[in-house]
């Protein structure tokens, strides 16, 4: 059995059966981390005595012939913007390198409850800001399928973990596309739920009307079998929607005849390369031939979500990041004075695209400034909602590339308009606060392309099945790193 490549359905099967323990499935993934790390560097923080403790407890659920959940005793890991009691939360941030959280974020403890074996925290653009894991405040992480190329960002570890199989699946964040563009490079399933669907209570706050928690997965079943369990309303996220909670699971089915899906045409403008054009083009012609009936649409505000979007995330950055001032929490600069201490702390301890994003946002709010900047990205915004609105009047789902591009060379973008360019068709579902996936769609130069595919407010089910027929019709989920293929035949 390829136990680093199963499904987390055949892992619960195994469970189940008692053809393999849960400690021996953990400390299987966890050799293969330590394998993995010295050239990956996914990991911020490993939990092994913790990871342990947890797949004892569901060994003996087992022993004791309880029935035990569909994730119960697997691994996984989070991003480290998610909250951990007793395990360090850093953001990848000097600002919080010696953070440990009192309590947990509300998709840890459901993950808890579901009986979960958390075996780490994964790296990440420092507080989710950029787009290639290389503005971590420790060490940028490596794309598995190329060492020299980044894996993306800013969930960045979280794809790459689970592209280099060190665990079943992990959880990222979404603030304008940082679940679905490092998927998009890495080869896996990101999918970034409707805003108000999974609860944010404990996420580490980016931007706060933007950000998202959501699954990074090898295959479309697996990220329905984790929204199962993060997904719901919840009382202490004022953001979080009260809505009748489906099995997602049972979208899941190989059928696209009655689907209308359209191709905005602003999607396939300048900068969008040949080669990735080349595979999603060739992702349009097996949704024709499956039988769903594809259009050309058009989002006419597109043009404008880019500079709207890093308006308002900016301002709402600007505004989370004023509680780091060394004096609650977090690093204290030695200073003589208070003020001192205040800019001391936030130099040393945030990074430069941190503190980029922090002035541009502060100078977008200040007096005078608001009006023409801040309030008219808002303006923007529901406009390219509209635009949206109005397409789903026609179609059930709409198809686009992930990102212009394949992964970049570690430090190839060193201009960060030029890295901003890259989000452009990501941010604006987060604008409009949409549902949307990404998934394997085929290689070019040999590295993963992405394919996203957008829904309605709360449609997951409708795009997880036209996700999940795509995927059955397709191999390219199952293709894996050359490096992977001996560790991958591992038989237990």
Not at 202 to 222: C, N, R, Y
Not at 344 to 365: C, D, H, N, P
Not at 444 to 450: C, I, K, L
Request: one cysteine or more; charged letters at 20%; glycine letters at 8%.
């Amino acid at each position: 059995m390829k136990l680093l490549n199963m499904s987390l359905a055949a892992l619960h099967r195994l469970l189940k059966e008692k053809k393999i323990s849960s400690t021996e499935l953990t400390k299987e993934f966890l050799r293969h981390i330590q394998k993995a790390e010295p050239n990956l560097r996914s990991f911020l923080t490993i939990t092994e005595e913790i990871a342990l403790r947890k797949a004892e407890e569901t060994d003996k659920k087992i022993a004791g012939q309880q029935p035990i959940g569909i994730l119960e005793g697997i691994p996984m890991a989070l991003k480290d913007n998610i909250c951990t009691e007793g395990i360090p939360t850093t953001c990848a941030s000097r600002i919080l390198e010696n953070f440990v959280p009192p309590y947990d974020a509300t998709v840890t403890e459901k993950l808890k409850e579901a009986g979960t074996v958390l075996v780490g925290k994964l790296n990440m653009d420092e507080f989710a800001m950029g787009s290639t894991t290389e503005n971590s405040g420790f060490y940028p992480t490596a794309n598995p399928w190329d060492f020299a190329r980044v894996p993306g960002g800013s969930s960045g570890g979280s794809a790459a973990a689970v592209a280099a199989r060190e665990v079943p699946f992990a959880l990222g964040s979404d603030t304008g596309g940082s679940i679905r563009q490092p998927a998009a490079f890495c080869g896996v399933v990101g999918l970034k739920p409707t805003y108000g669907a999974v609860s944010r209570y404990g996420l580490v706050a980016f931007a706060s009307s933007l950000d998202q928690i959501g699954p990074l997965t090898k295959t479309v079943e697996d990220s329905a079998l984790v929204l199962n369990i993060i997904a719901g309303h919840d009382p202490k996220d004022s953001t979080s929607v009260p809505f009748i909670k489906p099995d997602y699971t049972q979208y899941l089915e190989n059928n696209v005849k009655d689907m209308k899906i359209g191709v905005p045409r602003e999607f396939f403008a300048q900068g969008l390369k040949p080669e990735v054009q080349t595979v999603i083009e060739e992702a349009v012609r097996v949704y024709e031939q499956l039988g769903a009936q594809v259009e050309e649409c058009s989002l006419p505000h597109m043009e404008y979500a880019l500079p709207a979007y890093y308006l308002i995330a900016s301002a709402e950055c600007s505004s989370n990041l004023a509680r780091y001032d060394g004096v609650r929490y977090g690093y204290r600069a030695k200073a003589e004075d208070m003020i001192d201490m205040f800019t001391t702390s936030r130099t040393e301890g945030f990074g430069q695209e941190v503190k980029r994003r922090i002035m541009l946002g502060t100078y977008a709010l200040s007096s005078g400034y608001y009006d023409a900047y801040y309030a008219k990205a808002q303006k923007i915004r529901t406009l390219i909602k509209e635009d949206f609105e109005q397409a789903f009047t026609k179609f059930d789902v709409l198809l686009s590339p992930t990102t212009p591009t394949i992964a970049y060379r570690l430090g190839e973008k060193t201009d960060p308009l030029a890295l901003y360019l890259g989000d452009v068709y990501t941010i604006p579902i987060n604008l409009a606060g949409l549902p949307s996936i990404s998934l394997p769609a085929g290689f070019a130069d040999g590295m993963p392309v992405g394919l996203q595919l957008i829904g309605k407010h709360f449609a997951e089910g409708i795009l997880l099945r036209a996700a999940y027929t795509f995927e059955q019709n397709t191999e390219h989920h199952k293709k894996i790193p050359a490096w992977l293929e001996e560790a991958s035949k591992n038989v237990f």
